[in-house]
């Protein structure tokens, strides 16, 4: 990506450093003002009760007394300077009883009227106040020997500026600040690295640009991608996957296991099916999903899964497929004739004339007797030529197809339920050939045995017997969910064919099941109800399809 010099801010580490800065100033002003705060409360409380001593004192000296009764204010002025002295005050004056000033340290003041503003001391008791904010005053009374108010005593100092509070915190204070505040700037400046370290040098434009490129790049591939933790919750789920895997609803935080999913499709996205191309069926959906673990620094933080539809090309794939089974059907009936031909070339040249007709008069009853068979017991067209062919294929593999004796079909009404017959091939086919394929593998006699019932307005049972080796009870539901598993191989090669069969059967409410212990040869039972009106098509429906697992 194109690498820039910054945004509009500056780099992203001058824009923390110089906000982390601020915020220490303020910090250190706010410190600063509520040490001023409290020097300026704790100068009121304490420079109060100092000049209230002041006043009281002044107040009791008896010549001070004397003088204000006798009105020799004369006597006044050394008293008071006296008292400014040896106190500190800025100011004291002395007023006589009709709040006349006698004695002040501006000579302007003197026989001037004194305001006493909130003051209690003209009416006999002491006050202690800061009329204009910035000075601390005293007022005490002088009481005559009659008991009445001869004048009184004002004592007041004022506060020190700002500056002046914080210098007179002492140097501790100014040197903790500016501690403070080389600590606020270190830690500025490796917050500042970090982050930019943490984000890869980018700057905050970089990053919101490569969050905008990759929201669109997961809106605009056609493949689903979906995100996920360590706990497998969702971190990422795209509109593909959303649409794929029907959940409209779903979005990150939202864990796998309470998602509606089978567990087919839950272990491939948990990982507990591992492999790559896993192929899934999602209603009429054929998925491949892929799933990667995400790592780093030698970690594991989570796992991308993609998502692939491949409906239409499973669709052309199950075609071909069943394009090569009646390719093989052929080849096996044209191998079988060709010996046959032989056979009879042969009989021909020795002059067997006699045991000629014999043997093509036991070849026509043979193939003419499954056929009869088939046709008389199995009234759907469909079904009874897929049996039909799939005779020849079982004879090469040395297996042997019977029908039950009880086997009844009756023929399926196309308008009324135009699906039941292809997915009564699909059931079929897939059993069958599951069944030679088991059969094949074992000792002989190697057989078949193939039950149908039903048909017309009635549920469709299909059961299918074989000579096989069995299917393990602890597999007996594996078969049927393990559909495009990997593991297909090592429960008897039972994979997609068993999966698709299950799902036609799921799809119209019928069942399938398998029983039969290990050593005693499979049965399959399954169920196809009708439907109780015409329904869609099935054209493209790769369950639909006949195809062979």
Known sequence: MRRRAGGTG??????????????????????????????????????????LSVAEDLAAVPTVRDALQQGRYDLLPSFARSAENLSGADEIEIVDAGLVVRTAPDPSRVRQPFDPGASTAPSGRAWVGNPDGRTVVAQVPVIDDRGAVAGLV?????????????????????????????????????????????????EPDEIVELVQRREAMLLGIKEGVVGLDTADRITLLNPVARELLELPGAGPGDHVGDLDLDDRLREVLTGAAAGADQLVLRDTRALVLNRMPVRLDGREVGAVVTLRDRTELTSLQHRLDASHTVT???????????????????????????????????????????????????????????????????????????????TRLEPIDPERDPDLSADLVTVLGNLVDNAVDAAAGAAEPRWVRIGLAGGADEEVRVEVRDSGPGVASGLAEEVFRAGF?????????????????????????????????????????????????????????????????
């Open 154 to 202: 004002s004592a007041g100092i004022r506060a020190p500026s700002l500056w002046a509070s914080l210098a007179g915190t002492g140097t501790e204070t100014v040197a903790l600040l500016g501690l403070a505040l080389g600590v606020g700037l270190a830690g500025s400046l490796l917050l500042a690295r970090r982050v930019r370290r943490q984000t890869l040098g980018l």
């Open 10 to 51: 500056g780099p992203l580490a001058r824009q923390f450093l110089v906000w982390q800065l601020a915020v220490v100033v303020v910090l250190l002003g706010a410190v600063a003002a509520l040490a001023a705060v409290q020097s300026a409360e704790s100068f009121r409380e304490t420079q109060g009760r100092r000049m």
């Open 485 to 549: 598993s990997t593991k297909a191989a090592e429960i008897g090669g039972r994979g997609l064919g068993l999966a698709l069969a299950r799902q036609a059967c799921l799809r119209r409410g019928g069942t399938i099941a398998v029983t039969g212990g290990t050593g005693t040869g499979a049965v399959f039972t399954a169920s196809l109800p009708p439907r109780p009106g015409p329904g869609p098509s099935g054209t493209g429906d790769p369950v639909r399809e006949g195809v062979r697992g």
């Open 328 to 406: 093989d059907t052929l080849r096996a009936q044209a191998h079988e004739f060709s010996n046959r031909l032989h056979t009879i070339a042969g009989l021909t040249e020795l002059g067997e004339h006699e045991e000629v007709r014999r043997f093509v008069a036991g070849i026509v009853a043979a193939s003419e007797g499954w056929r009869r068979e088939v046709s008389s017991a199995v009234g759907d067209p469909a079904a009874a030529a897929l049996l039909v062919a799939k005779n020849s294929r079982a004879a090469e593999r040395g297996v042997a197809l019977a029908l039950d004796p009880d």
